[in-house]
């Protein structure tokens, strides 16, 4: 078998030595487990001819990008081969007149907007890891990001893709056009889908004309109820700020301590953004924003002085995750989202949750879409920490799910959140899902053992 993989790849891209596979047995979760051995394919015919040598043989195969899953979505929990997409980083095409960029999925996010942003364009979804993560990552997770209230998520600006599907057939599915309705949807079946359903190998992507101009304001409070309540009001005034984002006391806390950026004390903080084409746009949104902050008890509001100032406001909620894994090695981070109005009750039931069972939960996230990152820090090496904190993420959930939320924004299921499929998604829902994987993958050779589908 590992002569037949090689005969495919070549000796170069392909590995079953320990030293190589430990870091492919991780992601950003604290999930493990070891493959037997990983490829770097560099065309889509090697991708199918992997993935038909291993549909005939029954191994377990799992697409992987940059490795960044937050939920064990890239672990090979069954073992199996790793296709590492690195080594597929074209950009194919990028088309202005025709407003898309078509790339191969190991494609970096940040190094396609280098490239988009020589013609004043953007691919807007923009999550924190966008420095490393790729867009085949970004499309099997629906990533999503700080912009997403304004801009949305990746599944928004998937035109089409070239998928391999678990029997080594490639499709090609959606078109270069803006808009398509000719066949089912297929690419969306393939958004989100973390890995389990077929190998992205290529992705047409709508881009956007960079906005010119942005303002950037924070806000403290005293209450956290205040900041949740300025949020809906906000997503509710009329104007859509590009970002709304919020940081409680542990994080800020935090984020004080571990860098030189200078924080307030504050139970919360909002970090609100708008942008547009002239000055008196933004200007004009930013004033409606300011005074929804202002009329909800805050104690301090600042404006970012000029663009140092900024930046450095963008330093500080990008270094939330980081910083935090500092306070504590060992955490889980959530994605739970919420209806917009019922942000505030999340953010106080996270509170009582922590105080419940004395757990210390830091809350960040895209409040201005409903998507919250509660990173529950605790030592893995006390049992009774252990079994408290898997009590605060199931009442996380439960409450998220009570206020007509979901278990994941943007991060995935993976394993991490795979026991808690059911709390969503009613029977006939689980059972067509599961149907739909049989149907495609029938040796569950795709990415298997992930989201409760086996
Ligand atoms: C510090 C940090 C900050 C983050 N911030 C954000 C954020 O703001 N917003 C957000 O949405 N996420 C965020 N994430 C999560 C993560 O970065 C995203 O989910 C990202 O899209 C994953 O990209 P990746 O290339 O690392 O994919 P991987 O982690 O390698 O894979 C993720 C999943 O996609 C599947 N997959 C990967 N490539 C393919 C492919 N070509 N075909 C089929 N399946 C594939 C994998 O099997 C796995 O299930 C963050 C993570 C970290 C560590």
Redesign the pocket.
């Not at 799992?62 to 937050?70: E, I, K």
């Not at 077929?198 to 190998?201: A, D, E, L, N, Q």
């Given at each position: 078998m590992i002569q037949e993989l090689i005969e495919i790849v070549g000796r170069e891209n392909f590995t079953d030595q320990l030293e190589e596979l430990v870091p492919y047995s991780y992601?950003?979760s604290m999930n493990v487990h070891r493959p037997d051995a990983a490829v770097w394919p560099e065309s889509t015919e090697q991708v199918s001819a992997i993935v038909k040598f291993a549909n005939e043989h029954h191994i377990a195969v799992?697409?992987?990008?940059?490795?960044?899953?937050?939920s064990g979505?890239?672990v090979p929990i069954r073992g199996g081969i790793i296709i590492d997409?690195s080594k597929m980083n074209r950009i194919l095409e990028i088309s202005i007149e025709d407003r898309f960029a078509r790339v191969q999925?190991?494609v970096v996010c940040d190094g396609l907007n280098r490239e988009l942003g020589k013609s004043g364009f953007i691919f807007p979804p923009?999550?924190?890891?966008s420095s490393?993560?790729?867009i085949?990552?970004?499309?099997?997770?629906n990533?999503?990001?700080?912009k997403g209230a304004k801009y949305g998520?990746t599944r928004d600006y998937v035109l089409g893709l070239e998928v391999v599907l678990p029997t080594g057939e490639v499709m090609r599915t959606g078109s270069y056009t803006m808009k398509c309705v000719s066949g089912y949807d297929l690419a969306r079946l393939?958004i989100g889908?973390?890995?389990t359903l077929?190998?992205?190998?290529e992705v047409t992507l709508k881009i956007n004309p960079v906005p010119r101009h942005a303002m950037t304001a924070v806000a403290t409070y005293a209450r956290l109820e205040d900041a949740g309540k300025a949020i809906s009001q906000t997503m509710t005034s009329g104007i859509l700020p590009s970002v709304m984002e919020i940081m409680d006391k542990v994080t800020l806390k935090s984020i004080r301590e571990n860098t030189d950026i200078d924080l307030p004390e504050a139970e919360a903080m909002i970090l609100a953004e708008t942008d547009g084409f002239t000055w008196e746009e933004v200007e004009a949104q930013m004033e409606v924003i300011l005074a929804i902050l202002g009329k909800n008890g805050p104690v301090e509001i600042k404006t970012a002085r000029d663009e140092k100032d900024r930046l450095n406001l963008w330093r500080a909620r990008k270094s939330a995750?980081?910083t935090l894994a500092r306070v504590s090695s060992s955490f889980t981070l959530d994605d739970v989202t919420v209806p917009i109005s019922r942000i505030p009750e999340l953010l106080v039931g996270i509170q009582e949750i922590s105080k419940k069972y004395d757990i210390v939960v830091a809350t960040f996230g895209?409040a201005g879409d409903g998507n919250l990152h509660p990173q529950i820090l605790f030592d893995e090496y006390d049992a009774d920490q252990v079994e408290r904190m898997k009590k605060v993420e199931e009442e996380i959930f439960r409450l998220a799910i009570g206020l007509k939320g979901t278990l994941s924004g943007?991060?995935?299921i993976?394993l991490s959140k795979a026991a808690y499929m059911t709390l969503e998604h009613d029977p006939v829902e689980m059972a067509l899902m599961r149907l739909i994987k049989k149907t495609l993958d029938p040796n569950n050779i795709m990415?298997p053992g992930?989201r409760a589908l086996d």
């Open positions: 992601d950003a799992v697409p992987r990008g940059a490795g960044t899953s937050l979505g890239v997409l999925a190991g923009d999550p924190a890891s490393v993560a790729t085949g990552g970004n499309v099997a997770t990533a999503g990001g700080i998520t393939f889908a973390e890995g077929g190998v992205i190998t995750y980081a895209h943007e991060h995935g993976g990415n992930k």
